[in-house]
């Protein structure tokens, strides 16, 4: 199924592969891999309330399972997708408080902020989090990213420079 629609994708037939995915979900609404793939070809072909849509069917198989935010994401995608960014940020921010959570959810809650127009919000939240642990080395990594975006290319580099002190693997 997957290397099928994969296929699809490949040669520009998105609409064939969603299809395909929204029969085998119509005969297996269960199923967690066919759901997410279905959400994410959905946010591509950008149908946000699709999305949504899909989203809500993973969060009743995920029974407010904090330790899955497969749905919160991408129903985050979908509210940044409909320029409903301040309740993306607040859906992430709720998943990224579960400290299994947080390497999966940050970047998505870090661009969101940057594609909402609120850069230094990012570096003020990625700059707590390096000042509550330092050796966080995602952190430092997002923040010389929006440091780069906001064109701030020396503080870039200075963060970037850490982040590769930090990391001992």
Request: hydrophobic letters at 35%; proline letters at 2%.
């Given at each position: ?131 509550n642990d330092p050796t966080d080395i ?32």
């Open positions: 199924l997957f290397p099928y629609t994969r296929f699809f994708r490949l040669y520009g037939k998105s609409d064939q592969a969603l299809r395909t995915l929204e029969n085998v979900t119509a005969r297996a609404p269960a199923n967690k891999q066919v759901l997410t793939l279905l959400a994410q070809l959905k946010l591509e072909a950008r149908d946000w309330t699709g999305a949504q849509e899909v989203a809500d069917q993973l969060n009743k198989l995920e029974n407010n399972n904090k330790a899955d935010t497969t749905a919160d994401q991408i129903k985050a995608a979908a509210l940044s997708g409909l320029n409903k960014y301040s309740e993306s940020i607040d859906l992430l921010k709720s998943a990224a408080e579960n400290a299994s959570n947080k390497q999966t959810v940050l970047p998505d809650l870090i661009g969101t902020y940057v594609r909402s127009g609120h850069p230094e919000t990012a570096v003020s939240y990625l700059e707590t989090i390096i000042q995602q952190a430092r990594v997002l923040l010389g990213s929006v440091y780069s975006s906001m064109n701030e290319q020396d503080l870039a580099e200075q963060t970037f420079k850490q982040a590769a002190d930090e990391d001992n693997g």
